[in-house]
């Protein structure tokens, strides 16, 4: 299963590190594996990628050892190390697991061989279901129509975060937005003008017209949430760029100003790449 970052969890991931808990505690805890946790660490860059471990002669006489009968998750906690690394190094030596141990209640159970009743009952290559093609209208047994999904419901994420169409809502970097449509299977995802147009280049083309292309509609007072016609001005990009140009600025200033904006950067990509759900609303 993909495990999806959110808002929340990137915070409390954030803050738990800078706590000094282990990757695998906040792992347990988000509910997700260690090394998606260390993937975010690194990325955010708030723990150093770690060196190539080197292993002595002793752990590896011990892996030799211990590897085909015993589980991984327990040599790598008697060496203080991670099950990846156990198996990376496992492979290196050519070490594999026994029959023995696959045969094990310990191991995992579909690697186990099965009883001749339980291949009897697989499905064959090229084998046809009997209920192929069939539809059964209103057909159901036991409980099933209860909990079968109806035509418009939603539940999880989707009922917690659906917005009616009309529904006007701030994005992440304040500008509002207004809902026109709902998404169809869940696309175009994000804030996009299809479905979450923002509300002042509408206002501006209900007056207006279409914005052309090399332009922007700004707010005169700077205030994104002030979204009446009065308010707003079309200028071109090269005036958006004289405006908003820090040249002239004092040093401190310049550089407090753009370590700001590759902060919000990063956020922006974190958002878009783990398709947070607060930045992703509505379906």
């Not at 040599?75 to 026994?98: C, D, F, H, P």
């Not at 539809?135 to 999880?156: D, H, I, L, N």
């Not at 659906?162 to 970097?173: F, L, Q």
């Amino acid at each position: 299963m993909i495990f999806h970052w959110t808002k929340e969890t990137i915070t409390d991931m954030v803050e738990r590190t800078l706590e000094g808990e282990r990757a695998a505690t906040i792992a347990q805890r988000l509910g997700c594996i260690e090394r998606t946790v260390r993937d975010m660490q690194l990325e955010l860059k708030l723990v150093e990628r770690q060196q190539r471990r080197r292993w002595t002669a002793a752990e590896r006489k011990l892996v030799r050892k211990l590897y085909p009968d015993t589980s991984t998750v327990k040599i790598a906690e008697r060496l203080n190390s991670t099950v990846e690394l156990i198996y990376r190094l496992a492979a290196r030596m050519g070490l594999s697991k026994s029959a023995a141990y696959l045969a094990s209640a310990e191991a995992c159970r579909w690697r186990r061989e099965q009883t001749p009743a339980q291949i009897a009952h697989r499905f064959k290559p090229g084998q046809t279901p009997a209920n192929k093609g069939v539809k059964r209208p209103g057909w159901s047994v036991g409980r099933m129509r209860e909990t079968q999904f109806k035509p418009g419901e939603r539940s999880g994420f989707a009922e917690t975060n659906w917005k009616p169409v009309g529904t006007i809502v701030a994005d992440p970097e304040g500008f509002l937005r207004i809902k026109v449509r709902d998404r169809v299977n869940g696309l175009p995802m994000g804030w996009h003008k299809s479905i979450w147009p923002l509300v002042h280049w509408r206002e501006w083309e209900k007056y207006h017209g279409p914005i052309p292309a090399g332009h922007k509609v700004v707010f005169k007072d700077g205030d994104r949430a002030n979204c009446a016609i009065e308010n707003l001005e079309l200028i071109s990009n090269a005036e958006m760029m004289r405006r908003n140009t820090i040249h002239k600025l004092p040093k401190e200033l310049v550089d407090t100003i753009m370590l700001l904006g590759a902060v919000k950067r990063k956020v922006r990509e974190n958002a878009e790449k783990y398709n947070e759900r607060s930045a992703q609303p509505s379906v």
